[in-house]
């Protein structure tokens, strides 16, 4: 199984910008998706944003212009970039791998946004 390690969550000020890694044990291309979840006190896990096996990406609205989903293939990592960020944008953020119907995840990082 794809062992899956995040970094780069930390604290931040409404308005400011963190990026975060993920780096797979295996090349990401076995994957249909490589995507950042993330999942705040008492609410559900949200698919904030995907790298897909094509080239193409996929968004949460919440994301869609503040956030940018990037990979380096070569390195096995995904990245994601967010900008603007907004106290509600806190929560615990999980990569995730998907293929064949199933996902992999990491341990989280926590992302913590202050007004």
């Known amino acids: 199984q794809v062992q899956l390690v995040e970094s780069g969550g930390g604290l931040v000020q409404a308005g400011g910008s963190l990026g975060l890694s993920c780096v797979a044990s295996?090349?990401?291309?076995?994957?249909?998706?490589m995507g950042w979840y993330r999942q705040a006190p008492g609410k559900q896990r949200e698919l904030v944003a995907a790298s897909l096996n094509g080239g193409g990406t996929h968004y949460s609205d919440s994301a869609k212009g503040r956030f940018t989903i990037s990979r380096d293939n070569a390195k096995n990592t995904v990245f994601l970039q967010m900008n603007s960020l907004k106290p509600e944008d806190t929560a615990v953020y999980s990569c995730?791998?998907?293929?064949?119907?199933?996902?992999?995840w990491g341990q989280g990082t926590q992302v913590t946004v202050s007004s």
């Open positions: 995730a791998a998907f293929s064949r119907g199933i996902h992999s």
């Open positions: 295996e090349s990401i291309f076995n994957f249909d998706y």
